[in-house]
């Protein structure tokens, strides 16, 4: 993927050269030259999407008073594409998909001329970056043909970022009044693999259902579904769905020393992964001991060992349930009281 | 001879055990619905927070026009000018429920008024639960899990939470709901009788008319039968048991009219179909193994198979295309984001935003279950020594409702008496194993101290555990084994005589099942320690925690309590000084309270299905003075209601609150912009507000007159003193301000006449009348 993207970035590095070689008297170009440039430029890249770069920005934007095209401009940064929380690879990606389905549905009609989706990148293009205001990414922004000054052209609202694609799409219609037609995802299984998979469930389905009625198979052993079932209820009381759902890291480094890490966080409405992880272990162990001491040892021949055992059982379980109250009160800062007669005081 | 006189003591001895534990249910049922009193103690017997006071107004509605008018009900006094068709948008059980109570008991020439009937409605209901519970307990485990788990659930904090006395909503009753169908459900398995499958039905019938959770019913039985066939545990009472209820239950609850079609339309329910397919297929499949020889079945199987199969591809290809139809491929957005719980914080940031629909953490277990999460590990354990049917639904039931308790918090209410049944279970066999310990040995240890004694004393004790064995097993496993058993129950006595005759081959086999004495009396005492932390637990939650109705307020301070019952004043107030047919203003949240306690006509409610006509109130709040009279003018709007916290320090406040008012306006009108009510990003109404907020309705309405009561203006919600303090209104007048300034009315003024001297005397009348606001409180309403 990323050198597949590094060899089209030089590709479109050789299409700039070449083109910004014959910029210098590009000021007198008409109209119609920079649209035939562009959907040059446009069928060069696979998804329709135009790298640009300050100079050629100037060109089909700053220096060319009437345009009869609008541009759609996805601001990238290559060195924040290892920061998960942007979302800039998927969001490109996402940027890919509204172009190509505007090419695809749009092929051949005026309107192809009309608009065209551009990316520029924070490094190569700083100056750009500043004259559109841009100081905080993902941001995609709609350069109407009316706009003079950058800064007046219209950003995408933040929050549209969350629907992806659709959103892209909404916001590109509502601002250049074209149409940019369903989106094609690429499906997570090609029809191949799809024919494929069910051609080996058809071939497969006798001998699985032989299997079943004679009563053989994993399914089969309860000791995989009591294991199973131990462990999606340790994995829910931990709170790792809170993990999941909030992304929250499994510790952090306390505000006031950096050196120090902190694995429990105080207050109920938040939880680190491993602070859940472990409270859940001990939820987990307390009855997995009460079991193996009913069920299992009471079995076992030796008085001594069935002591010795039990002994440990009870003093694990009673610090487990011990250290899950202190806890508990710490993290929540209840303090929970019983209601005895007042007399009693 | 002896054999009677046995026979005759073991019945004495049942006929004991079951007194003793319709005595125990009895009082089970007595500590179910006195915990859950608290509420009626310290506060009083009033309905609590916001949707039960919807559910108490229909309750009123049909017991007074009877249950046609309720089923033809079209409210106009909600949501004016659209009002609101109620009769085929709620869920009925619980309004039912209440009706016909509250129906028995005045022609039992008991008069007590709907409102009391609907706040017991949730503790009766509780206690209902918890026999429930015992009944389907006692299917998977015997009696004395079953009696554990019903005591555990009588106080189970988290369903405490949603049935504390007034709050009267639609879980109440649907817990019990809940249970009592998966009980029948098990009954129907372990018995394979049809009449149980009828009643399981109709068990499900009333869990749909209560609770939109049905579709966890409808979606874990399926699952249980899968489970079975899959598992190799089909039998003619597996299909007793699912197949009438997917016929009858559907037919049923599409006469609900709440979900009508969406029984048969709606992704939820596909799943029973598509088990309902299956299990005929394996059904047909057993039925020809029955009836031919085993070689002519292996030919058989072929055929069948593939028949079966084509069968049913073509039936899952139907399905997915009527699925792959619709948008949502046919899920609910909540049903979604329980399947993929990452679902709902991407794409609907509205169910995202509520805070029951949170992941939890930790302490919301230790909260909600308390100790019941250490033992439900070793209930699972027990349910799988052995696997029975009955047994492997109750761990299929824990494991879902975990997982969705995982996803979000709300549904810890379904967790819990899965825990509970399943806690019961560990307890119980736990004590069995403790108790028999103490007891086989105890009555050794006193007699006779030598330590060489042990090996005959083992012998004996030996026979009485197994005889306590049986005794175990004959009521764990009811029906045919324990009849099988019962011959060597009255052979007990004999068999002690031949004791010293038996072979020793078969004295090893059954050998002395017990623990050591001293670990286990430590044993014992630490679980009775811990049920007696989870006893103080509870009965903190439900006094402290979960028994607040948010109608009435108190305060602890060093002098002692206060109570702030402000709404109420607010309400009476509205209802004895405004005409009948005035409209109110006020965010959704009082819109249920305004109309069940005021009886007068609200704009938006609690039941927030038109966004636009929220926005178009929370864009009224956000305007300045004039564009909010015009607003509510258009709406016909009389008087506009607004709740402040400042005086007291009450922080859920209009003032918290008004950021979403602000979000939900400007989501619908975009002259509305968050940014221009936040000084840099943040929130605040003290000097360095901005203009806009300062200058909105909202902030006037809350303010208005604020400095008089200390001369500074100190918010103390907000901790701050406010921004603009003297200021007049131009297009409301103060009507009404409670005794602690919680809810201030205002009126609107009648537009100004346009002659100019006279406008300029009218203002200076209003701003005396405003001063003097205690001497005139507006007209009086000729209907009261």
């Not at chain 1, 009591?226 to 929250?248: D, P």
């Not at chain 1, 009673?318 to 109250?325: E, Q």
């Not at chain 2, 193994?289 to 072929?302: D, Y």
Request: glycine residues 6%; hydrophobic residues 45%; positive net charge.
């Amino acid at each position: 993927m990323s050198i597949s993207l590094k060899l089209s970035l030089l590709f479109f590095f050789f299409i700039i050269l070449i083109s910004s070689l014959n910029l210098l008297q590009v000021n007198s170009e008409s109209d119609s030259d920079r649209v035939a440039e562009l959907l040059h430029l446009q069928s060069q890249s696979k998804s329709g999407v135009i790298h640009l770069d300050d100079r050629s920005l100037n060109r089909f934007i700053t220096s060319a008073r009437a345009r009869s095209y609008s541009l759609v401009i996805f601001f990238d940064a290559f060195q924040l594409h290892d920061k998960q929380e942007l979302h800039l690879k998927e969001l490109r990606f996402e940027f890919d998909l509204v172009s190509s389905a505007f090419l695809s549905n749009n092929k051949d009609t005026p309107s192809q001329s009309k608009l065209f989706f551009c990316e520029i990148e924070f490094k190569e293009s700083q100056q750009s970056f500043h004259l559109f205001g841009v100081n905080a990414l993902p941001h995609i922004r709609h350069v109407g043909p009316q706009v003079d000054q950058l800064k007046d052209s219209e950003p995408m609202d933040q929050g549209d970022f969350a629907r992806l694609a659709d959103s892209m799409a909404e916001f590109v219609e509502s601002k250049t009044k074209l149409t940019v037609g369903p989106i094609d995802r690429p499906p997570v299984v090609s029809k191949k693999q799809l024919g494929f998979l069910i051609l080996a469930f058809l071939a497969s389905a006798p001998f699985l259902v032989k299997r079943i009625l004679v009563g053989d198979t994993l399914v089969h052993d309860p000791k995989v579904w009591l294991s199973l079932s131990v462990f999606v209820y340790f994995f829910s009381v931990s709170g790792a769905m809170h993990n999941i759902i909030r992304k929250m890291p499994m510790f952090m480094s306390d505000r006031n020393d950096p050196t120090k890490l902190v694995f429990f966080y105080q207050g109920s409405g938040m939880q680190l992964g491993a602070e859940g992880f472990a409270v859940g272990f001990l939820y987990t162990i307390v009855g997995l001991l009460l079991a193996f001491v009913t069920h299992i040892l009471v079995h076992a021949r030796s008085k001594k060992l069935q002591r010795v055992i039990m002994v440990f059982a009870i003093i694990v379980s009673f610090w487990s349930v011990k250290k899950v109250v202190y806890l508990d009160n710490w993290k929540t800062g209840y303090s929970i009281h019983g209601f005895w007669p007042s007399s009693w005081n | 001879m002896e054999d009677l006189e046995i026979e005759k003591g073991s019945k004495l001895r049942f006929a004991f055990g079951n007194v003793l534990s319709l005595f125990i249910l009895l009082l089970i049922g007595v500590l179910a619905f006195s915990i859950r009193l608290f509420s009626v103690i310290k506060y009083e017997s009033v309905i609590h927070e916001f949707d039960p006071y919807f559910n108490y107004r229909v309750t009123q509605f049909l017991t007074k026009n009877g249950i046609y008018d309720f089923w033809n009900w079209f409210d106009d006094r909600t949501w004016y000018p659209l009002g609101r068709v109620i009769g085929g948008t709620v869920y009925p059980g619980l309004t039912l429920t209440a009706g016909t109570l509250w129906w028995i008991l005045n022609s039992l020439n008991i008069p007590l008024s709907v409102e009391t009937v609907c706040v017991f409605t949730a503790p009766i209901f509780s206690a209902f639960a918890a026999w429930a519970t015992y009944l389907l307990t006692k299917e998977v485990k015997g009696t004395g899990a079953g009696l554990t788990a019903a005591v555990l659930l009588a106080m189970v904090p988290s369903y405490i939470s949603r049935s504390v006395a007034g709050s009267y909503d639609n879980e109440a009753v649907a817990i019990f709901a809940l249970i009592f169908t998966f009980y029948l459900y098990l009954k129907t398995l372990n018995t394979g009788s049809l009449f149980y499958a009828t009643l399981n039905a109709l068990s499900y019938f009333y869990m749909v008319c209560s609770w939109g959770g049905y579709t966890f019913i409808i979606n874990l039985i399926p699952m249980h039968a899968l489970l079975c066939i899959v598992t190799g545990r089909y039998s003619s009472r597996l299909y007793i048991a699912y197949a009438p209820l997917i016929v009858l239950g559907t037919l049923l609850a599409s006469l609900v009219p709440v979900v009508g079609f969406n029984a048969v339309m709606t992704s939820e329910h596909f799943a029973s179909f598509l088990v309902f397919i299956i299990i005929h297929v394996v059904a047909l499949v057993y039925y020809i193994k029955g009836i031919l020889t085993p070689k002519m079945f292996k030919v058989a199987v072929t055929l069948v198979v593939s028949v079966g199969m084509i069968v049913c591809f073509a039936m899952v290809a139907v399905l997915v295309a009527l699925v792959a139809s619709s948008p949502t491929k046919g899920w609910s957005g909540r049903s979604l984001s329980l399947l993929d719980p990452t679902y709902a914080s991407k794409y609907i940031p509205i169910i995202a935003s509520v805070s029951e629909h949170q992941p939890p953490t930790w302490p919301s277990y230790f909260m909600d279950i308390n100790v019941l999460a250490f033992l439900v590990p070793a209930g699972i354990i027990a349910c799988f020594l052995p696997l029975s049917d009955a047994s492997s639904f109750v761990v299929l039931y824990i494991v879902t409702s975990v997982y969705f308790s995982g996803v979000m918090v709300r549904l810890m209410l379904v967790l819990a008496p899965a825990a509970c049944i399943l806690s019961g279970i560990a307890l119980s066999e736990a004590f069995d194993v403790f108790t028999r310990s103490i007891k086989c040995q105890l009555p050794d240890l006193l007699s006779d101290p030598q330590p060489a004694a042990g090996d005959t004393a083992s012998e004996n004790s030996a026979v009485q555990n197994d005889i306590v064995k049986v005794d175990k097993h004959s009521t764990a496993q009811k029906s045919d084994e324990g009849l099988k058993e019962r011959p060597s129950k009255k052979n007990r006595k004999k068999e002690k005589e031949h004791v010293e005759k038996v072979s020793v081959k078969a004295r090893k086999e059954k050998r002395l099942l017990v623990l050591p004495l001293e670990t286990s009396v430590i044993a014992i005492l630490l679980l009775v320690l811990l049920g007696a932390f989870y006893v103080v637990h509870c009965v903190w939650a439900a006094a402290e925690a979960y028994s607040a109705p948010s109608i009435v307020l108190t305060s602890h301070s060093h002098d002692g309590l206060h109570v702030f019952d402000d709404f109420r004043e607010a309400y009476a107030w509205l209802s004895h000084n405004t005409e009948v047919d005035d409209k109110v203003a006020s965010w959704w949240d009082y819109g249920y309270q305004t109309t069940a306690m005021a009886n007068r006509t609200v704009i938006v409610d609690n039941n927030t299905w038109n966004n636009t006509h929220i926005a178009t109130v929370g864009t009224a709040m956000s305007s300045p003075e004039k564009a909010a009279w015009d607003i509510f003018d258009s709406l016909d709007v009389k008087y506009v209601l607004v709740v402040f916290g400042g005086l007291v320090g009450y922080p859920s406040d209009d003032i918290n609150k008004f950021l979403w008012m602000v979000r939900i306006g400007g989501g619908v009108f975009p002259h509305i912009k968050e940014p221009d009510y936040l000084r840099d990003g943040q929130y605040r109404i003290d000097s360095q507000a901005t203009p806009t907020m300062l200058n909105c309705l909202m902030y006037k309405l809350s303010y208005y007159r604020f400095v008089e009561t200390d001369g500074k203006g100190f918010d103390r919600v907000r901790r701050t003193e406010i921004g603009k303090k003297h200021f007049k209104l131009t297009h409301f007048e103060e009507v009404f301000t409670t005794h602690h300034w919680m809810v201030r009315i205002y009126k609107l003024k009648s537009p100004k006449n346009r002659i100019r001297g006279k406008t300029k005397k009218s203002k200076l009348k209003t701003s005396t009348a405003a001063k003097l606001k205690k001497v005139d409180q507006g007209k009086k309403n000729p209907w009261h």
